[in-house]
């Protein structure tokens, strides 16, 4: 099970409970889980409609869970094609004959909303390493539940279970213990900054001094900070900064802490946490490193 993003405190009810420098962590549900996430790959023929009925029907109604799916993935359960409707009106629209054996198990079914983010328990991925990249960035970009992987994709590095694993005994097992083994992985929080027009800074002062309420120092360097702000990613597998359509190498100042470490020349830079340097990191010639690695020493040629 992968912990993505997750702290050493307790976060509702879930929280990490160390095991040891060598024998990683476990996650805990205090009470045990009540609210799944089943997500799925795209991949054709992957996943049929029919194994995550079944999945899901297990969840609710053997193991007591509560269980969602994504507002997407929902009508294509319910054999409809309307895929920006709610499962009432779903249920109210016209639904093929495959589907309406399985219609007792969709009533009971719900669809993850963005406000529900830190009310699911667990996340139940059937997929491969794109599915989890998609969960940990679209569907949860700040806090991400406990995942549990089954590698129904093509490479699976990050999916820790085979899958032929039978998932509903699986499942059941967490459940059942409340606790699990989980993998903590970091994710680097990555902002895009862009260079303030004086003019700016005197917009902010007008505006203030328009307030009564006059802003400098400390304050307007902050407002300003903020305007220049534009974007924020929280990324598990790499941040890259590249030339773009540039015909000609860019030239790129790397600092830690406001402290300069280099100078960078060429198409670009890949910053990756230990979950991407499988990826782009290793392809150009770096070290895979284990997700439980804080820190490296950089060393340069």
Known sequence: MDGVGMKG???GRVRIVPRGV???????????????????TNAAGRVSNAEMLEISSFMMNELGLEVLVTAEEFPQLMGSTSG?????DVLESDITDEAKKDVEVGEQLRIYRERLEREIDLVVCLGGDGLILHVCSELFPCYVPPLLSFNRGSLGFLTPLSGESDCKKVIASIVSAGRAPVTLRQRLRCSIHRETRPEM?????????????????AQLNEMMENARQHHVYNVLNEMVVDRGPAPYLCNLECFCDDAFVTRVQGDGIIVAPPTGSTAYSLSSGGSMVHPSVSQAEPYGL
């Open 9 to 11: 405190s307790g976060m």
């Open 84 to 88: 920006s409707k709610d499962w009432e």
């Open 22 to 40: 060598e024998s990683g962590a476990y996650v805990e549900w205090d009470p045990s889980p009540k609210m799944v996430l089943l997500v799925r």
């Open 201 to 217: 800074a005197c917009a902010f002062r007008m505006f203030s001094n328009r307030d009564n309420d006059i802003v400098q120092g």
